[in-house]
T-cell receptor, first 113, second 108 residues
């Protein structure tokens, strides 16, 4: 079955360490997205990519970095520059175009202490 | 004021009740999405619509473009419907704008 796989489900890191969250899709989707979810807030877009080797900043890109070397993969690195990294991170993908529903992974809950 | 507002924020119901969740938005849109987030965190796309009404099983989504309002209805609610329901709009940009979600609990 096609889908999006995020790993790990839970991640714990010490403050000051960079951490990379994995996102892999086998849906042959061109577009991929990273969202952050905090309690009481709507999903906020961190980065998105519409094609391999190209990506754009979302609304809250500071302290994060991404790469898109392969169509299937869109890893997110949470750097030590991110002031408040503890959150639930969701990866999503879609075909290009307006009429393309989003497919989400199951998320990674990152806790930084 | 948020560009996408959902109401209510929290909703409890008895099994079998008819549920309505509302979404109002303030921007021009090309499409509106209803999503379901289960307690484990994964999100599933329920509907994508730009006009009228769509139905899938016990779920019905309606949208009124002139009033900038959409509703999600659940008929004959069941405990397995317990989840957070999220409205998101495609505001003619590359990015969706999300509501904060409605937490639904259905008790047997």
């Amino acid at each position: 079955d096609g889908g999006i796989t995020q790993s790990p489900k839970y991640l714990f890191r010490k403050e000051g360490q960079n951490v990379t969250l994995s996102c892999e899709q086998n849906l042959n989707h061109d577009a991929m997205y990273w969202y952050r979810q905090d309690p009481g807030q709507g999903l906020r877009l961190i980065y998105y990519s519409q094609i391999v080797n190209d990506f754009q900043k979302g609304d809250i890109a500071e302290g994060y970095s991404v790469s898109r070397e392969k169509k299937e993969s869109f890893p997110l690195t949470v750097t030590s520059a991110q002031k408040n990294p503890t959150a639930f991170y969701l990866c999503a993908s879609s075909r290009q175009g307006v009429w393309s529903p989003l497919h989400f992974g199951n998320g990674t809950r990152l806790t930084v202490t | 004021k948020n560009e996408v507002e959902q109401s209510p924020q929290n909703l409890t119901a008895q099994e079998g009740e008819f549920i309505t969740i509302n979404c109002s938005y303030s921007v021009g849109i090309s499409a509106l999405h209803w999503l379901q987030q289960h307690p484990g965190g994964g999100i599933v796309s329920l509907f994508m619509l730009s006009s009228g009404k769509k139905k899938h099983g016990r779920l019905i989504a309606t949208i009124n473009i002139q009033e900038k309002h959409s509703s999600l209805h659940i008929t004959a609610s069941h405990p397995r419907d317990s989840a957070v329901y999220i409205c998101a709009v495609d505001g003619n940009t590359d990015k969706l704008i999300f509501g904060t979600g409605t937490r639904l609990q259905v008790f047997p």
